[in-house]
């Protein structure tokens, strides 16, 4: 579970602010474009939920949370399976992993999966993904 927060004040945040944010956060849920106060020394402090996964969240302990200042802010996803091609589709992002075609939607957002035995490799036209598994023996057609 991951949210990036980008604060609507200036001024600057330390590292270990993070960790305040997070104890001011648990048990509350907050979803993508929410604007969320944390109360400190008296005073609301506002941030926009830039991103979270799941796109609903009840912020706990292992939450992951990242600052950002700027509307446009780096992604980086973390998949126990090494990746073995990514495709980008106008509106989507096509991740082939060890046996499994990972669907995602531009902001990172899982939107479709699906495991396959003996994945040899997925090819992409348009809007349809070409899955040869089972030895080659297999084709599995998505169609987004």
């Known amino acids: 579970m991951k949210v990036v927060l980008k604060p609507l004040f200036d001024a600057p945040l330390t590292p270990d602010f993070i960790e305040v944010i997070r104890a001011k956060l648990i048990g509350k ?3 993508e474009g929410d604007t969320v106060e944390i109360e400190l020394l008296g ?5 926009k939920v830039m991103y979270s996964e799941p796109k609903l969240i009840r912020v706990n302990k292992n939450t992951k949370i990242e600052l ?3 509307e446009i802010f780096s992604l980086t996803l973390d998949f126990e399976k090494e990746i073995r091609d990514v495709f980008l589709l106008k509106k989507r992002i096509v991740i082939l992993l060890e046996n499994e075609v990972l ?3 531009q902001k990172g957002h ?3 999966n699906q495991r396959f035995d ?3 490799e997925a090819k992409v036209s348009g809007e349809i993904i070409a899955v040869i598994h089972d030895g080659g ?3 599995t057609l998505i169609h987004l």
Do not use: D, H, S, V
Request: positive net charge; hydrophobic residues 45%; proline residues 0%.
């Open 103 to 105: 669907i995602l939607n």
């Open 68 to 70: 950002t200042e700027e």
């Open 118 to 120: 003996n994945l040899k």
């Open 43 to 47: 005073k609301a402090l506002q941030f």
């Open 29 to 31: 849920e907050i979803k």
């Open 137 to 139: 023996k297999k084709l």
């Open 110 to 112: 899982k939107i479709f």
